[in-house]
């Protein structure tokens, strides 16, 4: 029986398993690649969501600010500010 230098039974067969070891590596550095790139995408997402909270929050502020100066008569602008008040919160709504 023909025995390679490496203790397999041929060299043909030999080249073959370098070849499987090659891909392997390059698949695990791959899949590494895409670990990271998808860690690094769902560091971006996260900031992204904690920011629209921030905003949905502020909204629901000046939302509460409009209604209370639109429906508030002791406020100084009284006068405008209802008018205001009602064109801001229509546009909110829509």
């Known amino acids: 029986?023909?025995?390679c230098k490496h203790g397999r039974l041929r060299?043909?067969?030999?080249?073959?398993?370098?070849?499987?070891?090659?891909k392997v590596q390059e698949l695990e550095e791959e899949i590494e690649r895409t670990d990271n790139s998808f860690a690094n995408a769902y560091m971006q997402y996260q900031k992204q969501y904690e920011r629209v909270k921030e905003l949905e929050?502020?909204?629901?502020?000046y939302k509460a600010a409009?209604?209370?100066?639109?429906?508030?008569?002791k406020s100084q602008f009284f006068e405008m500010s209802p008018k205001i008040a009602e064109e801001a919160l229509k546009g909110e709504s829509e």
Do not use: Y
């Open 1 to 3: 029986m023909d025995v």
């Open 11 to 22: 060299c043909s067969e030999c080249d073959h398993i370098q070849e499987l070891e090659e």
């Open 57 to 61: 929050e502020e909204n629901q502020r």
């Open 66 to 73: 409009l209604a209370k100066i639109a429906f508030d008569e």
